[in-house]
């Protein structure tokens, strides 16, 4: 009972203090704790229809392909995993927050999906974690769960910039900004599982240093997005 308290600690603190971060950069009109909290419990049911999914998708690839294949990895970490995972967790930010009128500033839409991608994450973090240890927490709380956060950021940013183009009825724009609010995440997820999916210690450098520079990259932009909030109409006022 003792390690599994511990356990259960080390995998949900990473998720935990990257959520209050973000959340505390929502500076102008700070989202409710009840519809976060919602979002995340969304985002942890969204792993059941992922992994259905993932487990159809591999079925099919290894009717076609090798399982021990580059291109079924290839396949399988861009069009199986990343889809399945980030298209579950866009459904459950759209479904909840599109319609929502609490959805009216620009960087809402990073905190919601960061709630929702970190709840996802967070389910998952206790799954992995109560099966290999204290040595997969600390490995995934470098990895996985800034992972899930960064794809977040960048799904946000782009979801805000759809909710905006719509509130102005600018119809292209908002369509391009659903479209890279998918796809973009998606890219980033698929790269990083198939780095580490491939047995190379070429493809673990690259992987690092990939993490390291879009995390960077990932977190400027979410200062940015902080300091740059605004309405998403012109009718919102602070």
């Given amino acids: 009972m ?9 995998a949900l603190a990473p998720a935990v203090l990257l959520f209050f971060y973000i959340r505390k950069k929502d500076k102008i009109e700070p989202e409710p704790m009840k519809l976060l909290l919602q979002l995340a419990g969304l985002g942890a049911l969204s792993i059941v229809p992922a992994v259905i999914i993932e487990l159809i998708g591999g079925v099919v690839l290894s009717l076609v392909l090798s399982e021990s294949s580059p291109i079924y990895q290839f396949l399988d970490c861009f069009l199986v995993i990343a889809v399945a995972e980030e298209g579950c967790k866009f459904a459950c930010l759209f479904l909840r927050t599109w319609w929502s009128k609490e959805f009216n500033y620009t960087y809402d839409a990073v905190v919601y999906a960061v709630s929702v991608s970190l709840g996802f994450a967070a389910l998952e973090n206790i799954l992995y974690v109560f099966e290999g240890g204290f040595g997969v927490a600390l490995l995934r709380a470098l990895t996985s769960i800034p992972g899930h956060t960064i794809f977040a950021i960048y799904m ?48 673990i450098i690259i992987f ?19 300091r740059e909030d605004a309405p998403v109409t012109p009718y919102t006022y602070v």
Avoid: Q
């Fill in 208 to 226: 690092f240093m990939f993490e390291i520079v879009i995390t960077v990259l990932a977190f400027l932009t979410l200062n940015r997005l902080s």
């Fill in 156 to 203: 946000g940013y782009h979801y805000g910039i759809a909710k905006k183009a719509a509130c102005a009825h600018k119809t292209p724009l908002m369509i391009a900004g659903f479209a890279i609010s998918m796809i973009l995440p998606i890219l980033i997820h698929g790269f990083y599982d198939f780095c580490l999916s491939v047995n190379s210690w070429l493809f």
């Fill in 2 to 10: 003792f390690k599994a308290r511990y356990l259960l600690s080390a």
